[in-house]
């Protein structure tokens, strides 16, 4: 069963705010939600990684709601670059992490 | 910067040829993963290993093979290439994030065809 549903596509205007959901009705306690891209024939990317706390990094933030049950990665100002696939993935043991198909992010000029 | 390399960007192999994929990482990371990724199937792990001469078999293990004999280097073995291990091979290594969770860091990967 999917731990995770992401939309499979969407667009953001170059500059723009891109905001990514991401549900996970089922997580539990001690699971994290990780986001990772991957643009087209790289290896994918850590991004962002939090638990409860909202988190904010260089690349990201991290909204997580307060039943944990579903969140948000919000690239504040998008640009070509970050065209690319996200993954939305929650998991509690460092090799379970399941990319699914994730959302296929299209930065626009 | 973490850095993973991988040996080949793109490798082409014969059916029942013998094949080594090699991953280096210079982060002194305990934790290193082989996984493929293939179109409509996402990444799916192969192998990984938390230590040295340490391995475990991950998801899909079947006809591959792994060596970890230095804490930076996870080689990943196929020991008789079949034409349905054609995919892309891609090494990760993690380390534990200061907030706690793992974060992994993934290679660019090796686009492997068996023919």
């Not at chain 1, 500059?15 to 306690?29: E, F, M, Q, V």
């Not at chain 2, 082409?12 to 082989?34: A, I, P, S």
């Amino acid at each position: 069963d999917a731990k995770t549903t992401q939309p499979p596509s969407m667009d953001c205007a170059e500059g723009r705010a891109a905001n990514l959901p991401c549900n996970h009705s089922t997580i539990s306690g001690n699971e994290y939600v990780y986001w990772y891209r991957q643009i087209h024939s790289q290896g994918p990317q850590y991004i962002i990684h939090g638990l409860k706390n909202n988190e904010t990094n260089e690349m990201a933030s991290l909204i997580i709601t307060e039943d944990r049950k579903s969140s948000t990665l919000i690239l504040p100002h998008a640009t070509l670059r970050d065209t690319a696939v996200y993954y939305c993935i929650v998991s509690n043991n460092n090799n379970d992490m399941r990319f699914g198909a994730g959302t296929r992010l299209t930065v626009k000029p | 910067d973490v850095k993973v390399t991988q040996s080949s960007r793109y490798l082409v192999k014969r059916t029942g040829e013998k094949v080594f994929l090699e991953c280096v990482q210079d982060m002194d990371h305990e934790n290193m993963f082989w996984y493929r990724q293939d179109p409509g199937l996402g990444l799916r792990l192969i192998y990984f290993s938390y230590d040295v001469k340490m391995k475990e078999k991950g998801d899909i293990p079947e006809g591959y093979s792994v060596s970890r004999e230095k804490k930076e280097r996870f080689s990943l073995i196929l020991e008789s290439a079949s034409t349905n291990q054609t995919s892309m091979y891609l090494c990760a290594s993690s380390s534990r994030g200061a907030g706690g969770g793992y974060e992994q860091y993934f290679g660019p990967g090796t686009r492997l065809t068996v023919t």
